[in-house]
């Protein structure tokens, strides 16, 4: 009898001791996920959507409230094509004249051609690059609403690369020169050299989103979500996530 009680007793410990592994609660998780950003016109310049791919981590308070830090970056950027009409590059031209034409001099090349123009057309590239933190609610249940607010700071880098132009030359007593040269072209290739710039703007302000997710299993979870990145950048996503 004793045997007994002492091999039931044992035997409590190890299925107490399972069960409490079993219900330890998984307070961290982490996940990766992709997302599509909407970028707005600026300036009359239309942008197609970029994707972003990002990793989060966090950490549940409680059944219902975590804290979430997120980061994400494009994958594929967001692009667009611009025309700038008029530019002046007569300077340059009567430049490129002297150098084909070491003879002559500069009053020469004035008097023959007053003035050049282009109309340039440049291929404009936005990587768009977000760190966050937020404060997450979650419904229960396995399918479950998901609210979250915090702080996010956004940074766009825009790559401005020339890729054709209309060349006009004045000429007195003659034709003015006329020519289209697009990337690739010797005549493009040759004229000045035209540059790639870049330019990036960093802004921190407030964020925000709604979504859905639902449980897979007692570790892994998925969720739908429309983000507020900031007044100007939405994103809509889909993430994996594991807890632990």
Do not use: C
Request: negative net charge.
């Amino acid at each position: 009898m004793k045997k007994t009680l002492l091999s039931l007793g044992v035997l409590g410990v190890f299925i107490s001791s399972a069960v409490a592994a079993q219900e330890k609660p998984l307070n961290f998780y982490a996940g990766v996920g992709y997302g599509t950003v909407a970028v707005p016109e600026d300036d009359e310049i239309s942008f197609s959507d970029a994707d972003n791919g990002f990793i989060q981590l966090g950490y549940k308070l409680s059944e219902n409230f975590s804290i979430e830090g997120q980061y994400s970056k494009s994958v594929k950027d967001a692009k667009a094509t611009y025309i700038e009409e008029g530019i002046n590059v007569t300077d340059e031209w009567w430049e490129s004249i002297l150098e084909m034409n070491p003879g002559t001099t500069l009053n020469e090349i004035q008097g023959v051609f007053p003035y050049a123009v282009i109309d340039l057309a440049v291929n404009i590239d936005a990587s768009i690059e977000t760190s966050a933190i937020y404060g997450v609610f979650r419904s229960s249940g396995d399918l479950y609403f998901k609210v979250k607010a915090g702080y996010l700071s956004e940074k766009t880098t825009l790559t401005i690369k020339p890729s054709a132009f209309d060349f006009y030359a004045e000429v007195l007593g003659n034709a003015p020169i006329v020519f289209t040269a697009a990337e690739g072209d010797e005549e493009f290739d040759d004229f000045g050299q035209l540059p790639v710039e870049k330019v990036s703007d960093k802004e921190s302000d407030f964020s925000g989103g709604v979504g859905v997710g639902y449980k897979l299993t007692n570790r892994f979870f998925s969720e739908l979500e429309y983000t507020m990145l900031n007044d100007d950048l939405d994103m809509y996503s889909l993430s994996i996530n594991f807890a632990f």
